[in-house]
């Protein structure tokens, strides 16, 4: 298959921003259906953002079977919508989306597009197929390629290429263990995480094994909760509330050559980053080098670590030495999901890492820094515990979602003029 001519310009670099963001808060135990969930997440969008619900034509959603229709949202809310579309993911899905929400727009069939995402990932639909609403009939989709061998869940799937990097690399779980450690100095920044104690890498490993090679603690925290963020031009970005989050390049779903069984193509240990940064970067108009800050999904540990390899920040091979270097903590280089991410604020299919990269580039992250007499956050940038989350100065940041080692996407933002 021929690869994309990333070298064309589309003309779309800069066109269109992230304008709100909301969120629920992230609970073992909503006592809400996800439809409240997501009314509730929306409505705080539109309204950080600045806009009325008439000002919102568009909606975008994604759910794995515990979600709820964009247009129920939407009456709920008493939006009209010029356009909705609902689809079926994960991990991959809010940049995908992002990306059609620029798509929808530029061809006229919207203006402003609210994508949410609404799940009780903890007290009902749970991702290891446990869980109140767990119920299962026969074997249909993915399952039908990877249940007979015992992969019956994400951890079990994703093993064979965790297990194969270590062979290739020499990459110990050790290394890979500062993935945790280091978003859980983040989380304990954020008064909204779920989990808010920093451990430390005997922690981790000391932590019973679930799937060779991921211990508990390399393992997301499952919680319930809504998000959302409200996508529109950049020309109409401007005369709304918050400084923008400038969109110079998407990603959407790239996808390795086998999707059925990931490890029937090689090298397993490569990720489908390893074909999605020449579309991003290229798109973008910056390279890794340039990011002062990521979010690297982090479902487990070594997600993170095999994306930021595989989109070039480090070589590959080179993944554990950059993880466990200590580039990606608060005040270093390039920190990595500055909100505890999956591993401790909650587990959202990627799109809090896209709202709190937001909040980074408009400088308003919600720590618990004091707020100043102009009602803004006086951020002290002393990143001990209980401190400050906000990166110093940040003006670029990236997203690397992720759904499987074989499919991803990717998103690059700036902080607006």
Known sequence: MRDIDATTDRNLRGKYAIVGIGETEYTRGSGMTTRALGTRAVRAAVEDAGLTFDDVDGMLSYSGNDSIPSTVVAGDLGMRLNFYMDCQGGGSSTEALVGIAMGVIEAGLCNTVAIFRAMNGYSEFRIGGTGRSSGRSALSGDALFGRVYGQASAGQNFAHSFMRHMYDYGTTPEQVAHVKVIH??????????????????????????????????????????????????????????????????????????????????????????????????????????????????????????LQLEDY??????????????????????????????????????????????????????????????????????????????????????????????????????????
């Not at 940038?381 to 992720?402: F, I, T």
């Open 184 to 305: 859980s100095e983040h989380a304990s920044n954020n008064p909204k995480a779920y989990y808010k104690n920093r451990v430390t890498v005997d922690d981790v490993l000391s932590s019973r094994m679930i799937c060779k090679p991921l211990h508990l603690l390399d393992c997301c925290v499952e919680t319930d909760n809504a998000n959302c963020i409200i996508v529109t031009s950049m020309e109409r970005a401007k005369d709304l509330r918050h400084t923008p989050a400038k969109i110079l390049a998407v990603v959407g779903r790239c996808s390795k050559p086998r999707m059925d069984n990931h490890y029937q193509h090689g090298p397993i240990s490569t990720v489908a980053g390893h074909y999605a940064r020449n579309i991003l970067w290229s798109n973008a108009g910056v390279g890794p080098e340039d990011i002062q800050v990521t979010g690297s999904y982090d479902a487990f540990t070594f997600t993170t670590m």
């Open 312 to 417: 070039g920040f480090c070589k590959k091979g080179e993944g554990g030495d950059y993880v466990s270097s200590g580039v990606m903590r608060l005040g270093n280089k390039r920190p990595n999901n500055t909100s505890g991410g999956h591993l401790c604020e909650g587990y959202t299919h990627g799109i809090a890492m896209v709202i709190e990269n937001v909040r980074q580039l408009r400088h308003d992250i919600d720590d618990s820094c004091p707020i100043g007499e102009d009602g803004k956050r006086q951020h002290t940038h002393d990143y001990s515990e209980g401190g400050c989350r906000q990166v110093k100065d940040v003006e670029l940041s990236a997203n690397l979602g992720w759904a499987t080692p074989n499919t991803g996407s990717a998103l690059v933002m700036q902080r607006g003029d």
